[in-house]
């Protein structure tokens, strides 16, 4: 069973910012001969790693809510110069819009469970998707959504 990590998206006030920084960081990555991957670095190591790496994502916090997810292709454990280990989080290039869901803000990441995972956007209709992202927001506030 996959299991998933949920982390705040530090310096996005919007999913389009997220998309504008994976975007960019693809085509840097393919500019440079590379996977379009985009990578995270963090401090702590997640444990479970088989289980993130069997169909897990990153979900990401925006604003106060889970908004969106990529998925997680690998995790790549380093010591850096300082002589702390590190890993990095290796995503897959695409940002899929989730159902905003209120998360309070916490430090590091946390791992998810699918059954506590929001699911994906597009599997509630092109209305919900049609609508504007403070829109969604604001509903998913409300219960409404």
């Known amino acids: 069973m996959p299991l998933h990590l949920v982390k705040l998206c530090v ?6 910012d997220l998309q504008e920084w994976v975007a960019q960081r693809s085509l840097s990555a393919i500019a440079a001969g590379l996977a379009p991957h985009s ?7 997640p444990k479970r790693v088989e289980e993130l790496l069997a169909d897990g994502s990153l979900y990401w916090v925006i604003k106060g809510q889970v908004m ?3 998925k997680l292709l690998d995790i790549e454990t380093f010591t850096g110069e300082d002589g702390i280990g590190r890993c990095h989080l290796v995503l897959g290039p ?3 819009e989730t159902m905003p869901q209120p998360r309070r803000p916490f430090q590091g990441w946390r ?3 699918p059954e506590d995972a929001p699911a994906d956007l597009g599997t509630l209709g092109e209305d919900v998707m049609a609508l504007p992202e403070d829109l969604r927001r604001e509903l998913a506030e409300l219960g409404l959504l």
């Open 94 to 96: 695409e940002v899929i």
């Open 39 to 45: 990578v995270h670095t963090t401090r702590m190591v």
């Open 111 to 113: 791992y998810l469970t």
């Open 11 to 16: 310096g996005a006030d919007s999913i389009h």
């Open 68 to 70: 969106a997810r990529q």
